[in-house]
């Protein structure tokens, strides 16, 4: 019944196994979970440990993901963990409740739907060569790997078993398209803040304040410790090499002595001359997450020690336009905000477009049949605020991104019956997938709530 999932390329595999991407992608609401140092996985999920390298494991996919559509993951470190953190929770709460419902997927179909991916085939046939080429470069086992699918299989019965019987109604469908198609006859004013210029002052201080965000050259501050074999000799050099390991993974100080000596410290770039090019590759190499590596020819052992990553601001000149850009922004975000909170107390009591009109200046544009659709993309009205542009003879106030919107209306007509039918046809598969999705986050919201986690501090330090 549930084997046979899907056949896909790899695309479609990378989003099979990263099921949660259709759920949202607010980041992890730290605030509900508890915070504990005596964990070892990521998180536990009443009592049940994640591991962290299922976690290590979402962190890639979500940075391939993203580094595949030409997007810089650098500067979004912090907003990808969260992410793979709010993806495993929700992973493992789906899967103890597929446990709970008896639909935990068995090794064989997890053997058979390993041996039907496409991206693990060679000539039409299963190839172990590429599927351990695969599991080297994410740095997986076969186990742990096979682990994750039978993880996801079984939350794919789960939710298969709640779409048994899942449609869209008429009614929903008709409510939708009405608000999206009503032609409606009315007047509107638009309200506009005053443009805003940044000071000097103001533009200086808001670069010191976000220089982060301005991110020229990027690299790693580095130690290098060098081990002289040849003074040592083997077996020494190997002591001396693990007891400075140790001493940088404990955050303990390294002592220079004969034969020991720290060789380098500073700031490394991809085209920096100031080291060897292999030191340089395995310094590049290193994060927060791996933080020492041990590099040897014949004379020496090298341990590099990562410290952490450096990031050189662009000049103030370069980045002046965006600021000000950024400012004027902020500034007239806040203007219209105000408008909008007096508007909303004014047409309380004032019923009259043209008093208001009067008063702040602007003049009144007429509607006469226009679609609702269209209207709201004409004016930045959101979606969700149409239902209320099918009440008529009241004023209705919107604060949008050009300003604030007040409309009356005089009269609202029903779609054309053609253009009706012709969009029921266009949206039906969509509306439903996203009235599915709906009770998918509203069954993890629930389970959520009501399960105890637990969330490894360490994690978002």
């Known amino acids: 019944m549930f084997i046979d999932i899907g056949k896909s390329k790899w695309m479609k595999f990378i989003l099979f196994i990263t099921t949660f991407a259709f759920v949202g992608t607010a980041f992890v609401a730290l605030i509900v979970y508890k915070l504990t140092g005596n964990i070892q996985g990521v998180a536990q999920v009443n009592g049940k440990e994640i591991p962290m390298a299922e976690f290590y494991y979402q962190v890639e996919l979500i940075t391939r993901q993203m580094q595949s559509e030409g997007i810089d993951t650098a500067p979004l470190r912090k907003q990808i963990k969260a992410e793979a953190l ?85 009614d929903e469908m008709d409510t939708y398209i009405n608000k999206q198609l009503a032609r409606i006859t009315g007047e509107y004013i638009i309200i506009k803040p005053s443009p805003y210029k940044p000071t000097e002052k103001e533009i200086k201080e808001y670069y010191h304040k976000h220089k982060e965000e301005f991110a020229g050259k990027t690299g790693k ?22 007891k400075i390991y140790r001493s940088i993974t404990e955050n303990k100080s390294v002592t220079e002595k004969e034969g020991v000596k720290k060789i380098f410290e500073g700031v490394l770039f991809k085209n920096s001359k100031t080291i060897e090019k292999k030191l340089l590759t395995e310094a590049l190499k290193l994060t927060k997450d791996k933080k020492v590596a041990l590099v040897s020819d014949e004379n020496y052992y090298y341990l590099i020690h990562y410290i952490k990553d450096i990031s050189q601001p662009l000049p103030i000149e370069k980045v002046k336009k965006q600021i000000v850009s950024r400012i004027k922004s902020e500034k007239e975000k806040q203007s219209i905000q105000k408008i909008h909170k007096e508007l909303q107390s004014i047409v309380k009591t004032e019923k009259n477009l043209k008093n208001i009109a009067v008063n702040y200046r602007t003049k009144i544009q007429k509607i006469k049949g226009e679609t609702l659709q269209a209207l709201s993309a004409e004016l930045g009205i959101l979606p969700e605020n ?17 300003g604030v919107i007040v409309i009356k209306i005089n009269k609202v007509e029903p779609p054309d019956i053609k253009r009706k039918e012709e969009m029921a046809k266009l949206l039906k598969p969509i509306l439903t997938q996203s009235k599915y999705q709906t009770l998918v986050q509203m069954l993890i919201d629930k389970l959520q709530e009501e399960a105890d986690i637990k969330i490894n501090r360490r994690i978002i330090q």
């Open 221 to 242: 501050l580095i130690r290098i410790y060098q081990i002289n074999i040849k003074k040592l000799g083997q077996e020494k050099a190997e002591k001396e090499a693990q």
């Open 86 to 170: 709010r993806n495993v929770i929700q992973q493992e709460l789906l899967y103890q409740e597929a446990e709970k419902e008896g639909l935990t997927a068995t090794r064989e179909e997890v053997k058979n739907y390993l041996l039907d991916i496409d991206a693990f085939k060679e000539n039409g046939q299963f190839s172990r060569d590429k599927y351990l080429a695969f599991l080297s470069q994410i740095n997986l086992t076969p186990a742990f790997f096979e682990e994750i699918l039978r993880k996801e299989l079984s939350i794919r019965h789960l939710l298969t078993i709640h779409r048994a019987g899942f449609y869209l109604t008429q």
């Open 386 to 402: 149409l239902s209320k542009l099918m009440k008529t003879d009241n004023i209705h106030t919107f604060a949008t991104n050009s």
